[in-house]
């Protein structure tokens, strides 16, 4: 069964880097790439189905990820779809902010290709099944990266 990502970041380095990894961990993995959170939200409008995660940037031009989760929370088609926060910082207010306006997750983005790869494989082998116990783990089992917001 394929499974569809979407991932709203505007850094190319890290978007290659991301779809590589998915790439490497299953091929049935569909990932969606939107430069900025307006962009997102429309790929989201042309999708037949809701993707089964979203991961939003925080600092994105033109529309950043507070103000994309922000809509996508207020849209009964995506309300319900977990959305993961990622960021090169790992600021505890922004944390606040993003479990506030209902993010699941707050990722701080990893500086090498294995640590990202490890941390997107547990969270694709689980997301039909137990996203947040999944989360959870990885942050109570000590990943530098991974901060579970529920």
Same mark, same amino acid.
């Given at each position: 069964?394929?499974?569809? =990502? ?17 790439? !490497? =961990? ?8 939107? !430069? ?86 547990? =969270? ?10 999944? =989360? ?15």
């Amino acid at each position: 069964m394929k499974k569809i =990502i979407l991932l709203a970041d505007d850094d190319r380095d890290d978007t290659e880097m991301f779809c590589e990894a998915l790439g !490497e =961990i299953d091929e049935n993995i569909k990932c969606h790439c939107a !430069e900025n959170g307006s962009e997102a939200l429309q790929i989201l409008n042309t999708l037949d189905e809701a993707p089964s995660v979203i991961f939003l940037d925080l600092n994105m031009p033109i529309m950043n990820g507070w103000d994309c989760l922000k809509e996508l929370k207020s849209d009964k088609r995506y309300k319900d779809v977990p959305v993961i926060m990622i960021s090169t910082s790992s600021h505890k207010n922004d944390m606040d902010t993003a479990s506030k306006l209902g993010a699941i997750c707050y990722f701080v983005k990893p500086n090498n290709f294995k640590d990202l790869k490890q941390v997107l494989h547990s =969270i694709t082998s689980n997301l039909e099944s137990s996203l947040k116990d999944t =989360i959870l783990s990885l942050h109570s089992g000590g990943s530098r990266h991974v901060f579970y917001l529920g």
